[in-house]
């Protein structure tokens, strides 16, 4: 059973950048598919961006697009999410998610998850 760590995040202001971690514990990574979704608050669960085995096909929230980058090292079982000009609407808490075989939005596709990190971001 994978277990999924976050890091990273806290106290940002409007225009900064901050970088999330994921590490995998108990399981490698090469055979799935991963992923990060937020939960702003008061709101449900959100897509965010998804990342092939391999790493060569990504996938993101038209929200975070051209803003956003996921990335993974397969061989440090760890997944990244760079967040580049953030602004207030980014606020929420993080989480890494373990899918399948492919990329997708959809969190019914994801069977393994971290205990989310906050990202707060300050107008």
């Known amino acids: 059973q994978v277990q999924l760590v976050e890091s990273g995040g806290g106290l940002v202001q409007a225009g900064g950048s901050t970088r999330l971690s994921c590490t995998a514990s108990?399981?490698?990574?090469?055979?799935?598919?991963m992923a990060w979704f937020r939960q702003p608050p008061g709101k449900g669960r959100e897509f965010v961006a998804s990342?092939?085995?391999?790493?060569?096909?990504?996938y993101y929230a038209d929200s975070v697009k051209g803003r956003f980058t996921i990335s993974r090292d397969n061989p440090k079982s760890m997944v990244s999410l760079q967040m580049n000009k953030l602004n207030p609407e980014d606020t929420g808490v993080y989480y890494c998610?373990?899918?399948?075989?492919?990329?997708?939005?959809?969190?019914?596709?994801?069977?393994?998850w971290g205990q989310g990190t906050q990202v707060t971001v300050s107008s």
């Open positions: 108990g399981d490698t990574l090469w055979s799935y598919a």
């Open positions: 998610a373990k899918g399948k075989w492919r990329v997708s939005p959809n969190p019914g596709e994801f069977d393994s």
């Open positions: 990342i092939s085995r391999s790493g060569a096909t990504t």
